[in-house]
C-alpha cells in the first residue's frame, strides 16, 4: 500500500512538472512570437521623423528607415551588427540627421527585412552585394558608410567588391579578432561587454531581432561571422576609414584596432573615453558628435 502511494505520488509529480513544462513552452511561444511582431521603426524614432519603407530589391524584399529632410552631399548609410536590425542605429541616424540625409536598411534575413527560415542564410560577400543593390535601386551611386560589429565585415567587403560605391568608412568596433578566433573567448567578451552596458543595455532589442531572424539563422550567421576574415581585405579598401573603438571595448580590444589600422591604406583611429561595444545604441549623440568632422571631410556634393 505504501508502494503503491508513492507510486502514485511520483506520477503526480511527473504529470505536474509536465503541465508546468507545456505551460512554459506555450508562454514561450507566445512570447516569441509577440516579440516578432514589434513594429520595425520605434515609436520615439518615428516621432522625431524617421520614416520606414519596403522594397523589393532583386530576390529580397528590405526595409529601410530613411530620414525625411533632405541635405546637400552624399548620404549616410549604417549597417546594424550580427542579427540584429537597424533598430539599433536609429538614434544615431536621428543625431546625423541634423547634417546628412541618413539611411538604415535590414541587412536581408535580419529585421524587418527578414526571409523564409528555408532560405539560406546570405555570406558575408553575397550580403555586400545584396547592399550594393539596394543602392542601385535607390538611385544611390555613392555613399558614405557607418558599420558596427558584423555591420563592420559587410562593410569592408562592399568596398572591396564595389569600391565607386563608398567614399568614406566608418568601422565601429569591428570584428572578428584574429587573435580571438574561438567563439567561447567571443561569448566571454560579449559578456563582458553587456555588463558595462548593462545602464542602456540593447538586450532588450536584441531580443525582438533574435526573434525575427529565428535561432537557425543566428547560429548560421555567428558561424558566417567567425569563418570571414576582415583582415584579408583590408589591404585593399582605398575609401578614407575612421577606425573607432570605446576605450572599454572588450570585444574589438586596442591591438586588434591597431593592427587593422597598420593593414589598411588610408586610415585613422578614434578612441571614445569610457566607451563600450555598441556605441551607436549606447552613447549615439557622443558618437555622432565624434564622427562628424571625419564625415564633414568626406562629404561630396552633387554636381548636378
Request: hydrophobic letters at 45%; a positive charge.
Amino acid at each position: 500500500m505504501k508502494e503503491k502511494t508513492q507510486r502514485n505520488s511520483k506520477q503526480r509529480a511527473l504529470m505536474v512538472a509536465m503541465a508546468a513544462g507545456m505551460a512554459g513552452t506555450v508562454w514561450g511561444i507566445k512570447k516569441w512570437r509577440a516579440l516578432q511582431q514589434t513594429p520595425p521603426v520605434g515609436i520615439h524614432s518615428h516621432h522625431a521623423g524617421l520614416a520606414g519603407y519596403y522594397q523589393q530589391v532583386g530576390r529580397w524584399r528590405i526595409f529601410t528607415r530613411a530620414t525625411a529632410k533632405p541635405m546637400p552631399g552624399l548620404p549616410v548609410v549604417l549597417i546594424h551588427g550580427l542579427v540584429l536590425s537597424g533598430r539599433a542605429m536609429e538614434d544615431l541616424a536621428i543625431a546625423l540627421s541634423w547634417d546628412f540625409r541618413v539611411l538604415v536598411p535590414d541587412l536581408p534575413g535580419y529585421g524587418a527585412s527578414a526571409m523564409p527560415a528555408s532560405s539560406p542564410t546570405l555570406t558575408v560577400d553575397q550580403q555586400a552585394d545584396a547592399l550594393w543593390q539596394w543602392m542601385q535601386h535607390n538611385d544611390i551611386p555613392r555613399a558614405l558608410f557607418i558599420g558596427n560589429s558584423f555591420g563592420c565585415q559587410v562593410l569592408a567587403a562592399l568596398a572591396v567588391r564595389h569600391p565607386e560605391a563608398v567614399a568614406a568608412l566608418v568601422l565601429q568596433g569591428p570584428t572578428v579578432d584574429r587573435h580571438a578566433r574561438f567563439l567561447p573567448v567571443q561569448m566571454w567578451r560579449d559578456w563582458r561587454n553587456g555588463r558595462r552596458e548593462k545602464f542602456h543595455s540593447p538586450a532588450s532589442l536584441s531580443r525582438v531581432d533574435y526573434a525575427k531572424a529565428g535561432v537557425f539563422r543566428a547560429l548560421a550567421s555567428i558561424r558566417i561571422m567567425m569563418r570571414d576574415r576582415i583582415e584579408q581585405r583590408l589591404p585593399y579598401i582605398q575609401a578614407p576609414t575612421l577606425l573607432v573603438r570605446g576605450s572599454r571595448d572588450v570585444v574589438s580590444p586596442a591591438r586588434w584596432i591597431e593592427e587593422m589600422d597598420a593593414l589598411l591604406p588610408d586610415s585613422e583611429i578614434l578612441t571614445l573615453q569610457q566607451g563600450t561595444h555598441t556605441l551607436n545604441y549606447v552613447y549615439p549623440w557622443n558618437f555622432c558628435r565624434a564622427i562628424r568632422p571625419f564625415l564633414m571631410a568626406n562629404r561630396e556634393h552633387d554636381h548636378e
